[in-house]
């Protein structure tokens, strides 16, 4: 690097003036972001001191109320869902300041007004969810000319809130959120950086350390957005366990049956009343007929052993709960674990880039390649995933770890410089390849995007057979000691070597009469890649949202969910051809990926439905194409007079692929941030405010 910087008008500029000019623009940008938000946390301040509007204190012991609501020493309580009505004096309005004291969650606040557009009786005019922690909040209510009589709905979650004041036309004054100026503060920090370091001209190279730390700043990035979901189950449970088994999750009741050295879960049910049915598998004869059917919900029932199973996949029990009860007499709840596998599958993800990256010749700069990682990690989904953790979500978490594994350790076998090197490399590979099968079996078809790479390696190369036999079998026996180890498992609890028990589960619908039907094909496109999500008027702004088509003919278990295109990272896959002219191998892994995506979203939807969790094993393989794809734009426009524009354009699409993911980080499924650490909600919901 030179040690000096030459400026636009061509004078050198020595390091320390540099730094120094970096430092004095980065306190302007302090200054003026302080500045900012202090105008956004005061704006309704300062518009009601323009406004003619009055400031009114109402006086609560003239207040109405029913039955849900009662007067107390210093306000109104609310009892459960309830509404408090006043008599104006044909005021105008234009916000409504609460105060309160009470429980730290979210409520829907409405406001019902009689004005001057209005006046025959109450008319919803606002519906706002605020956040009863702060002890106060600020409603936005515009009443048309004067107001004779206003209400306050507050919902079931105010309940035990005491209303201390009602003030209208205020708004506690002038104010300052220290987190949004961090974020504002962050940001024009970055671009300074970025602009006065010249990263966007910056190739990213491994072997050079102030480069890499874009990687590790990344994954440090992602890492914090793994820990923000991370808000269910993080305990351990003593072991042995101090309640019944049923009581406690699917993975944890696996590890009960291996350490007691049992296939089969040791749960107690009515197996007579289960064994007499002619269908067990049937929901509403056993809802019926069963009286223990709930602790066996999404359980593998053996019609013909009565015994039950679990038929998600071993691999994080084998991983991880197995040896850490066994080591220390704690089994860990299925928050740690899923944790655990979130963070590994974060370091994978960066991992199997670089190696793709590597191998293709694929060079971007620092903050290209800085945004592929957060836009890759975060369009997995797998943040998504771990806010919701359980054996639903962890075992499809593992299996895209141990998928980006495998193709983190192809990759770097076949640009091995040493032989040794190679075939450790190819070993971890097969290794991998099994513990996707015992993760989540149809990870496993994303391993055709390997068949160019190895046909190139084992086939073209020219080099001894002998040696070509003897690398090849360092990946194939891992394989084969594997497949028969699994199908072993499969064959002592269903009776075959290839049933994971899925058609035996206990669920809503009798799993065996599930197949792979042509029809539900082009509905599974929909579903899968072109679902969108639903936008909302509060944070986070978008949510999952279900679409029943109603076209399906038979059985179809749809649920909320979004599809590929709401993440444009992955858009990048649909340009893959563009840039795979002069190598089969790249053009053929990405055609692969494609298909094999296209693939698992048909199977998927036909053996199991729609359902966001479903999305995990799309979006990983797609996004790292697409990620692929967008950075090879940028390296090819490098040189080119429109270079700034593609670079513009591909960080949007990191960005946008972020900010998606983030949102539905809030909501979700569960919506666990929200409802079990609301507190850490209301950090990113009072962003926006």
């Not at 609501?69 to 309830?82: D, E, H, P, T």
């Not at 589960?505 to 929909?526: A, H, N, V």
């Not at 698992?600 to 797609?622: E, K, N, Q, T, W």
């Not at 609301?678 to 009072?686: D, T």
Request: aromatic share 14%.
């Amino acid at each position: 690097m030179e040690s000096n910087v030459v400026a636009q008008t061509g004078t050198p500029v020595a390091p320390a003036k540099k730094r120094r000019s970096i430092i004095i623009t980065l306190l302007i940008c302090a200054a003026v972001t302080a500045l900012l938000e202090f105008c956004i946390s005061s704006r309704k301040t300062v518009a009601l001191a323009l406004s003619s509007a009055p400031r009114t204190e109402l006086d609560l012991t003239e207040a109405s109320y029913g039955s849900n609501a009662l007067a107390v020493k210093n306000g109104v309580k609310i009892k459960s869902k309830g509404r408090v009505t006043f008599k104006l004096d044909g005021i105008k309005v234009e916000y409504i300041a609460l105060e309160f004291e009470g429980v730290s969650k979210h409520s829907v606040v409405s406001v019902y007004a009689k004005d001057s557009a209005w006046q025959n009786s109450l008319r919803r005019y606002q519906a706002e969810t605020v956040w009863l922690g702060d002890g106060r909040a600020v409603i936005g209510y515009d009443s048309a000319g004067g107001a004779t009589d206003l209400a306050l709905e507050f919902d079931d979650d105010a309940k035990d809130i005491v209303i201390t004041g009602i003030t209208l036309n205020y708004a506690f004054g002038c104010g300052f959120y220290f987190v949004r100026w961090l974020v504002l503060f962050g940001i024009a920090a970055a671009v300074v950086l970025i602009k006065e370091r010249r990263l966007y001209k910056a190739v990213f190279d491994p072997e050079r350390g102030m480069r890499t730390a874009a990687v590790y700043f990344a994954l440090v990035v992602c890492c914090v957005s793994a820990a923000l979901g991370s808000v269910k189950e993080m305990g351990f449970s003593k072991y042995p366990f101090e309640k019944p088994v049923e009581k406690y999750t699917c993975y944890q009741q696996q590890t009960d049956a291996f350490l007691k050295g049992r296939l089969d879960l040791d749960i107690s049910f009515n197996a007579s009343e289960l064994a007499a049915l002619d269908d067990p598998y049937d929901y509403g004869v056993r809802k019926a007929n069963v009286s223990s059917y709930a602790r066996l919900w999404d359980r593998a029932y053996n019609a013909e052993t009565g015994k039950v199973y679990s038929y998600f996949g071993v691999a994080p029990v084998l991983l991880i709960y197995l040896p850490i009860t066994a080591l220390t007499g704690y089994m860990p709840g299925d928050g740690f674990v899923s944790l655990v596998l979130t963070l590994a599958a974060t370091f994978a993800f960066a991992a199997a880039l670089l190696a793709v990256m590597r191998y293709f010749s694929i060079k971007a700069d620092v903050v290209t390649t800085f945004g592929a990682i957060c836009a890759l990690c975060c369009g997995s989904l797998i943040y998504v995933l771990n806010a919701h953790p359980s054996m639903y979500y962890s075992a499809v978490i593992s299996g895209m770890l141990f998928f980006a594994l495998l193709l983190n350790f192809a990759f770097r076998a076949a640009m091995a410089q040493t032989p040794k090197r190679r075939k450790l490399l190819l070993c971890l590979a097969g290794i991998c390849v099994v513990l996707i099968v015992a993760s989540r079996p149809n990870a496993f078809f994303y391993a055709v995007m390997l068949i160019p790479l190895f046909v190139d390696f084992f086939v073209r190369r020219k080099l001894p057979a002998k040696q070509k036999l003897t690398e090849f079998a360092f990946a194939a026996v891992p394989v084969a000691v594997g497949a028969a180890a699994i199908m072993w498992y499969n064959a002592a609890r269903f009776g075959s070597p290839f049933d994971f028990g899925a058609t035996s589960q206990l669920t809503f619908y009798d799993m065996g009469y599930c197949g792979l039907e042509i029809y539900k094909f082009f509905p599974s496109l929909y579903h899968y890649f072109l679902q969108p999500v639903a936008f909302t008027a509060e944070f986070p702004f978008m949510d999952i949202a279900s679409n029943n088509l109603g076209v399906y003919r038979s059985y179809e278990y749809v649920y909320t969910s979004a599809g590929v295109m709401n993440f444009p990272a992955a858009w990048g896959a649909l340009a893959s051809l563009s840039v795979t002219k002069g190598s089969k191998v790249k053009r053929w892994t990405y055609i692969a990926a494609v298909l094999a995506a296209v693939f698992v979203a048909f199977a998927d939807f036909c053996l199991a439905g729609s359902h966001i969790r479903y999305m995990g094993d799309l979006m990983f393989p797609l996004c790292l194409i697409g990620v692929l794809v967008l950075c090879e734009f940028v390296q090819l426009s490098a040189e080119k007079s429109y270079a700034v524009h593609v670079r513009a354009a591909v960080w949007i699409v990191f960005g946008l692929t972020i900010l998606v993911a983030s949102a539905l980080l809030f909501a979700n499924e569960a919506d666990n941030i929200r409802n079990l650490a609301p507190q850490v909600f209301r950090i990113f919901e009072k962003l926006f405010e």
